[in-house]
């Protein structure tokens, strides 16, 4: 039993007496997750920066632009004269992409003779781009709407026989858990954990080898009575405790202070954090198992901790990637605790139906319990290799 | 300074650690991420149908919807709780409901009710119902506009003929738009760590053996920073070359950038993040928590150079934050140079700002090697005169023992 007590204590001194554990488990997650939170707190791209170049000048076309200008996602900044210009404020990066007008518009859509109109979005930028696309298609819908009114209207029929000719389907879209389409809500509810997940494997990693590195890991393991488990206990356990209030504190920032989503019971996700801490401190202890090495276990756990943000499908879903990359994706913690987050949080499932996920992230924990020998083995005999 | 530079390089090539981060890195990561992103778009989303109308027009609307690249009909089933059941299954990732009046208000002249249900946790999962639902309906629903005013107009086909054109990245795809962004920051990052990781070898070295560096050759400061950034440019000719020019052509990036002009550009980005790393190399004490100090950052440079929440969007006091990152300012320009086919003059601001930073950066880094590393080195050799056993016993104390 002083075993333990003895590892524990000499973990806990540890934590306090290098900085870099203090910057690296409170200060850098709490900070790096409030910028993410604070970057997108608008929620939606609004306002993108987009030019008109009106080469008709009619009562038709500037009211197009009255239309264009009313809308929330864009914003006119710019009138230009010609498609030369207008090309190149888009290739300045002033704007982001323009509505094209062209001449004789009026006369040739009251005459009915097709008159093209044309929008160019740049798609460089991949959310306005979208936002772009959807304010220049309702405005030229809009136009062609407004003739076919008038049209009808003339012909003698009433107002409600039209508006199902103009539009024909009421289509409703609904948006469980995020009906405001936030951003925020939707980025970051797995981003910031993952950035959590990245730093625990870090500095999993950095308390190892500085242990092998310093050749201090014989003493770590005699203070252990020699037991391996007992040793990684004492020094892992502070961490786990550190972070997990630190990513409790990080939940409280996101469900309370930004109002993200949660459709279930708080418990689930304030549980479901220490197994996150867990299961990412098992991964990482496995790595060091495979690379008993300060830099290579280092190296393999910044390896998956940075590409488990790409491999998780957070942006891209996981079905619409090569399948040997959404298989690597599932071999990260993080996939994991994104899908408690979304069955639970965002869509409050029943948590029958993300059982599996809480038995992979405990998975996780026991994962490196059979290559521990080879850890002990390093501890025991440490070569640092620069 | 060439001694300075030649003894950088004999460092740099001794050292596997910061060889993997100069060289193997830029290889690497590139192409992984690439690879990720590859496939572009989502297609073919899996939609479940509940089609509580069963008639002809019914059926006809879930044959178009089926028919779209962006979502795939994997079944019908009888009700709306067991489409829940197939959603919380993972079977599904939308829900389409048709209205049980939906075959008979088409026909009385009303409109037609379409619900659609979407999981929300991946947002090009909804993007891709909307557009296929919007694409299948909005079809039939220009036929019927056209064919009510044709008798009127005389005209057969549309109103106003809209053209969408997609300009930059005209594939749309997701990889090309935010792939670009990343390359230029993927040198940065790549430097950083080396250069940090160097600077962790030599303070180590300096703690063994009494606050003196044996390999580093005596210099003043300002040649000692040029020189090593003359030593870090040199190497990163060929990386960079791979990364920002060869990486877009092996997978169909946008590429209508002058390579020259692309080379003229990264002259002034990596000189300056060569001068800024050694800035901030002043944090870093050890070889190995270059890692814990740097590679977070990654994530949140990108963020800042705005390629996923556009830079117009994000608040004064963010931007400004990233204002300062040399790889900010060259994303931004190389984007607009590889999709837009700006010209270096049509980016002369950025490349401006990009000359700018390396005149703040280098007084930055003169002044740190002066004023905070220099005194630091005479401290430890100070220090490790009076009591040559001190350093080991502080790493026993750090430790705990």
Redesign the interface.
Known sequence: MHYVIDSLWRGAVQLVRRPMYVLMIVIMPVLCAWFLMDLLKTGSVQRVPVAMVDLDRSGVSRRMARNLGSFQQVEITNHYTSFAQAKDAVQRGRVMGFFLIPEDFEENLLGGRQPVLSYYVNYAYFAPGSMQYKSFKTVSVMVGGSVVQTVMRTVGLRDEAIKPLLLPYATHVHMPGNPYLNYNYYLNASFVPTLLSLFILMVTAFALGTELKTGLSVRWLHRAGDNIVVALWGKLLPQTVLFTVVGWFIQWMMYVKFHFPLNCSPWTMILAMPLLVMANQGFAVTMFCFAPNFRFGTTLCTLFGMLSFSFCGFSLPAESMYPWVAAIGHMMPSKYFFLITTDQALNGLPLYYSRVYYAVLIAFTLLPLPLLWRLKHEAADPVYIP | MFKVMRNEFRLVLA???VL?FFLLLCFVYPI??S?????E???D??VVIVDDSRSHASRKIVRHIDATPEVSVVGVVPSMSEARDCM??KEC?AIIHIDRDYGRD?EN???????????????????N??SG??GA??D??QR??AA??AP????H??????????????G?G?A???L?FVLPLVLQQSMLLGIGMLHG?SIERRRHCAGHDPLEVKAGVVATVLGKSMCYLTIYALPTVFVLHVTPHLFDF?QNANPLAVLALSLPFLLGVSLMGQTIKVFINE???T??MI??S???FI?LS?A???R????TF?KAVGDVVPGVWMS?AY??MQ?????LW??A?HVAILWGQCAIFFVLACMVEKYVSRPRYARYQALAQEDPGLARRM???????
């Open positions: 050292d596997q650690g993997v992984l991420y690879l990720i992103y590859n496939t778009v989502a297609r989303v899996r919380a299954r990732y088409g002249g009303l409109q037609r009710h379409i619900s659609a249900y979407c999981d929300m946790s991946v947002m090009v999962r909804y993007k119902v909307l639902l919007v309906t909005q039939d629903a019927t506009q009510a005013v009127v107009l005389y005209n086909g549309g109103i106003v003929n809209a053209q969408h054109v997609p300009i930059g990245n005209s749309m997701m090309s738009a935010i670009l070898g946008p070889r190995e928590s890692f814990l590679v977070f990654s994530i949140v963020f705005g996923s929440w556009p117009f969007e994000i608040s963010w931004n984007v607009l999709s837009d086919g700006a010209s049509q980016v601001r790493e026993l104390h750090k430790n705990g023992d």
